[in-house]
């Protein structure tokens, strides 16, 4: 027991006598300062995203009435660059002979994809037709095109009871 205590005082001396050196040396104050800067770096690449492409469905054709419909493409992209929206032919690789193929006829049917309601403009493919473009600064928010399609009622009276599909593939370019 009286080891332990001898050993207890020896540490309690040798703390008290080291503290009072170190204050003594500061002055009271903590004596180590340095500083040194920490980086911090991201790059942010220009990229563009589409985001969703939704269905253009003209429904159950009017034989009599020409049928027209739209569909919106949501996109996004990083700022400082123009973009440009592209839709190539579908099926037929041709802007200007767009068809949607009967599923279990083969039959074509022909409609057509506009960039205006108006449907006066083909919405290209970005060699033929017009594409949108989205001029400005970028885009750091979702951003909407909407695509106006048109099927003919002369065209629609021309072809098989079937359901008929094409796909379109969607280009933002920036």
Same mark, same amino acid.
């Given at each position: 027991?009286?080891?332990?205590?001898? *050993?207890?005082?020896?540490?309690?001396?040798?703390?008290?006598?080291?503290?009072?050196?170190?204050?003594?040396? /500061?002055?009271?104050? +903590?004596?180590?300062?340095?500083?040194?800067?920490? *980086?911090?770096?991201?790059?942010?690449?220009?990229?563009?995203?589409?985001?969703?492409?939704?269905?253009?469905?003209? =429904?159950?054709?009017?034989?009599?009435?020409?049928?027209? #419909? #739209? /569909?919106?493409?949501?996109?996004?992209?990083?700022?400082?660059?123009?973009?440009?929206?592209?839709?190539?032919?579908?099926?037929? #690789?041709?802007?200007?002979?767009?068809?949607?193929? =009967?599923? #279990?006829?083969?039959?074509?049917?022909?409609?057509?994809?506009?960039?205006? /309601?108006?449907? =006066?403009?083909?919405?290209?493919?970005?060699?033929? =037709?017009?594409?949108?473009?989205?001029?400005?600064?970028?885009?750091?928010?979702?951003?909407? *095109?909407?695509?106006?399609?048109? +099927?003919?009622?002369?065209?629609?009276?021309?072809?098989?009871?079937?359901?008929?599909?094409?796909?379109?593939?969607?280009?933002?370019?920036?």
């Amino acid at each position: 027991m009286r080891i332990f205590v001898m *050993t207890f005082r020896n540490l309690y001396r040798k703390t008290a006598i080291a503290l009072a050196v170190t204050g003594a040396l /500061a002055g009271g104050q +903590v004596i180590a300062n340095d500083t040194d800067t920490l *980086t911090v770096t991201a790059v942010v690449d220009a990229t563009c995203d589409i985001t969703n492409v939704e269905v253009l469905n003209f =429904g159950t054709l009017d034989l009599v009435n020409d049928a027209t #419909s #739209s /569909a919106d493409i949501t996109w996004v992209c990083t700022n400082g660059f123009d973009t440009t929206i592209a839709l190539n032919g579908g099926g037929t #690789s041709n802007i200007n002979n767009r068809n949607m193929v =009967g599923a #279990s006829n083969g039959d074509s049917l022909v409609y057509q994809l506009y960039t205006d /309601a108006g449907l =006066g403009t083909v919405f290209g493919d970005g060699a033929n =037709g017009s594409t949108v473009p989205a001029n400005g600064a970028g885009f750091g928010n979702a951003q909407t *095109t909407t695509v106006h399609g048109q +099927v003919l009622a002369s065209d629609a009276e021309n072809v098989s009871a079937d359901t008929y599909n094409d796909n379109v593939t969607v280009t933002i370019t920036f």
